[in-house]
């Protein structure tokens, strides 16, 4: 994961937490992280799109189901 992240992304980064928390009703500083946690690595994987974080914010990445050995 980079370290930095362009004016651009952090506005984008900050907006989605923010609206995330609003709809949660909660704002306090584990949420925040949480959430921000939660989107950071898709911004970094080149994820813009505000709807998408926002859902991956509130939602969390679906998981993905490896197949059982037999």
Known sequence: MRNSFDPQEMALLVEVVDQACLRLGNSDDSTRAVIAARILGHVD????????????????APRRTEPHAA
């Open 45 to 60: 994987e080149g994820k813009r799109d505000f709807a998408t974080l926002l859902s991956l914010a509130l939602y969390g």
